[in-house]
């Protein structure tokens, strides 16, 4: 036999063997990420800030890259429905959390906590930043952060803020408000955003923190009065406005941020192939204008670098809600 039929045939006689070997792993090895539909699950309700966010990156991999991805929105909680619900499913990355910054606060409000950040997600990418802007009644006739400061001091306990919910960014912020001024005011938290602008608008609470793209008309009409912004420089939206820097109180400042997470124990592979597409996505000129519509900028980076800000936002909070003596509900 020569040595060209010898070669021929002893490949063909390992063929069943080789093909009886790999069967097995073989579908789970071949398939590429993602091999099915992604889901994005996004903790607040819909067309909130990380709603919208989410969406507009669920339609640039679809468009993009041709993956098939939907958002369902599990809100409640302070944003933990949503990570159970990523937790119940496999961890394989097709199942996506999409965390904000309350849910960095939750642990030190929630006594059972239903999970751990640092361990039970991988992190991806940090999708987005935006800061907030305060805003008062015109009744109210502090036209910058000191008047306001002086003002509630003038009156302990007399004077509210509102939010969106116990949790919330608003909340957060305005209870930083209180321990770095040593303000007396009170938190009068809402279900939904639009009640408490509701009760802003018509004098029942005097000032708020809150996130840009609800108020931006409001502003504008003089339905309300800005007096900064909560990030270290100023935002197109409200370029007249001061930030919370420029007006001396540089502790205030405070990102919002939106970022996604997988269960832990997910491949790197597949943890990899998400922050590479999403870093693309997040690049196209027209994600950046859909953000900026919301009062947000497209942010990426690495899976560690979004690790380490989830790390240090838990600390952060742990010791704001110690500092405050904040009590879940109050």
Known sequence: MSMVRYVRASLLASLPLAAATLAPGWP????????????????????????????????????????????????????????????????????????????????????????????????????????????????????????????????????????????????????MFKLETGARVTHVPYNQFPQAIGDLLNGTNQFMFITTLPVVDLITSGKLRALAVTGPKRIAALADVPTIVEQGFPNLVVEDWVGFAVKSGTPNEAVTRLNTAINKALSKPKVREAFARVGAEPAGGTPTAYGDLVKSQVAHWAKVVKDAGIKMGQ
Request: charged share 15%; no cysteine; proline share 11%.
């Open 28 to 175: 789970a090895a071949a398939q590429p990420f993602p091999s099915k539909v992604i889901t994005i699950v996004v903790p607040t309700a819909p067309a909130t800030p990380p709603d919208i966010i989410s969406r507009v990156v669920a339609a640039e991999l679809s468009e993009s890259d041709g993956w098939r991805v939907v958002v369902e929105n599990k809100p409640g909680a302070v944003l933990t429905i949503g990570g159970s619900e990523v937790l119940k499913h496999a961890a394989d990355g097709h199942t996506i959390y999409a965390m904000a910054l309350p849910v960095s606060a939750a642990p030190a409000f929630l006594p059972n906590m239903p999970f751990r950040l640092e361990t039970d997600f991988a992190p991806v990418i940090k999708i987005s930043t935006s800061y907030n802007v305060l805003v008062v009644n015109p009744s109210v006739p502090a036209k910058s952060v000191s008047e306001l400061v002086t003002l509630v001091k003038s009156q302990p306990d007399r004077l509210n803020f509102s939010s969106g919910g116990f949790g919330t960014p608003a909340h957060l912020i305005g209870e």
